[in-house]
């Protein structure tokens, strides 16, 4: 069994390491002490509480309650727009990234084709692809004997009809029949 120190030990420094990482402050929870009791939600959340806790105390006349937490809802406000920052930041990065993995595939693209294009100059381009050569047509060529150059093969011909012949169904022996056709045990 542990004992609640070591739970409240383990507790902080996960706390200590989740606030100090920069991770993802826009969907993390927080637990904000306010002047009226604990506040827990996203940032945006605790922002709309102590907002509207602000129009509240400001509907009451307490300038002091009110400002206290237009505060709080400020430094939320902060953290979020800096957390908002940081992810733009990284979006760009990232992007400026890929627009140069891109450049880069489509260097070596151009480089391919102009090396394939260098392999052959005196060849012409259909050349270099038989599919785009003129193709020579076989099938008319015997067509007046009546042979049309292509191959026989088992699935060209006709299939033969099949019929099939039943055979008749084997009568079951009857047991009242003693015509003497079963034979009989010897004695």
Do not use: C, W
């Not at 542990?2 to 826009?26: D, I, L, M, T």
């Not at 093969?153 to 029949?177: G, L, V, W, Y």
């Amino acid at each position: 069994m542990k004992s609640s120190r070591s739970r409240s030990r383990s507790k902080n420094s996960r706390n200590r390491n989740n606030n100090s990482g920069g991770g993802n402050v826009v969907n993390r929870v927080f637990d904000s002490s306010g002047p009226e009791g604990k506040v827990r939600g996203t940032p945006q959340q605790i922002i709309d509480k102590y907002n509207q806790l602000a129009r509240d105390s400001q509907l009451s006349g307490d300038r002091v309650a009110t400002e206290n937490f237009q505060q709080h809802a400020e430094h939320y406000m902060r953290m979020l727009s800096e957390a908002q920052k940081e992810i733009d930041a990284r979006r760009e990065e990232q992007e400026r990234q890929n627009r140069e993995r891109q450049a880069e595939r489509d260097r070596e693209r151009a480089q391919r084709q102009e090396q394939e294009g260098n392999a052959s100059p005196n060849a012409p381009s259909d050349a270099a692809d038989p599919a785009n050569a003129p193709q020579p047509d076989v099938a008319d060529v015997n067509e007046a004997e009546g042979d049309s150059g292509l191959v026989e093969t088992p699935e060209s011909q006709p299939k033969p009809k099949r019929t099939r012949s039943r055979k008749p169904k084997p009568r079951p022996a009857d047991s009242s029949d003693d015509s003497g056709s079963a034979p009989e045990a010897a004695e």
